[in-house]
């Protein structure tokens, strides 16, 4: 039953499934995170520190889950299809509804192997500790940058989930780490990497852009991106043959297209209509904007 659930997400576009265990996450991971959260590194994401005890035991999410279904889907760009503004996971579709239609057979999949079984998908907007599971589940290694990193595949993947109420057999984390050789802590613009894993997202250049509101520190600069970063991920030795995106994220010529002057001009309207179904509404228009001035 299981390798049929993980054959139906590869079939669905995973590059990677495997299945664990719906427990507690342990004292240890527990720990580093709220010490992470003590220390204000999540900056303004003020919504992590909400839903703590759903964050420590996911079958809140699903009254008796049993089992987490963990994938990985590509969205890694090829040279030609880069933008100079924009990170590699937001030219194309909006990820949460794309994973969210090609996780939708494989629920049904689940539900009909275990006849009275339920599910639940989640895409990044449950409290879900997504790298945590994945890694639990033996998908791959958390790096120094923060990023999973599925072996030859690499750390351009979106992740996604699905509860389920079925015992499954369950992967083991990978054993070793991703190699530490410290290019993402070296390369990051903001320094946001301290070298031992964890991250101060007040100096990362993909939370200022995105998720951050009001104006930038003096010290940041935009000479490239402005919406995203991507650096610590593209001097990682495990993107090197990072799997190609799904046909859902490779870039539309509306934002490929776009130039800093075409933004700064840009009205409400026209946001709305370049970036329906897209993830950089995330920043809403004012955001944008901002980024594209400095």
């Known amino acids: 039953m299981t390798g049929k659930v993980i054959q139906c997400a590869l079939d669905a576009g995973a590059v990677a499934a495997a299945f664990a265990p719906c427990v507690t996450v342990d004292d240890e991971h527990v720990t580093l995170y709220n010490s992470w959260l003590g220390r204000g590194a999540h900056a303004g994401m003020e919504y992590m520190e909400r839903y703590g005890d759903i964050r420590r035991d996911p ?6 889950a049993r089992s987490i279904l963990c994938c990985a889907f590509p969205y890694a760009q090829s040279r030609d299809n880069r933008s100079d503004l924009f ?22 999949k689940m539900q009909a192997l275990a006849p009275g079984s339920q599910t639940r998908i989640c895409v990044d907007t449950a409290p879900l500790r997504e790298r945590y599971w994945a890694w639990r589940a033996g998908l791959g290694l958390i790096g120094l940058n923060n990023q999973l990193i599925v072996p030859s595949i690499g750390s351009k993947v979106f992740l996604a989930e699905i509860l389920w109420t079925a015992p499954a057999d369950y992967g083991t984390p990978l054993p070793g780490d991703c190699g530490r050789c410290g290019a993402c802590v070296k390369a990051c613009p903001g320094q946001a990497l301290d070298g031992k894993g964890s991250i101060n997202c007040s100096r990362c250049l993909s939370y200022l852009t995105i998720e951050h509101r009001g104006e930038l520190p003096a010290w940041v600069a935009l000479p490239g991106r402005i919406y995203g970063c991507d650096i610590c991920q593209d001097v990682c030795p495990h993107n090197r043959h990072a799997a190609n995106a799904l ?9 490929q297209d776009l130039t800093r002057k075409a933004i700064c001009d840009m009205t409400q309207a026209q946001f709305s209509s370049v970036f329906t179904h897209s993830a950089v509404k995330r920043a809403k228009l004012a955001g944008l904007q901002r980024n594209a001035e400095k």
């Open 59 to 64: 079958a809140m999410l699903l009254d008796g």
């Open 87 to 108: 990170a590699d996971y937001a030219v194309g579709d909006d990820y949460h509804e794309v994973l969210r239609r090609r996780l939708t057979p494989v629920a049904e």
């Open 247 to 255: 046909p859902e994220f490779r870039p539309r010529p509306s934002i």
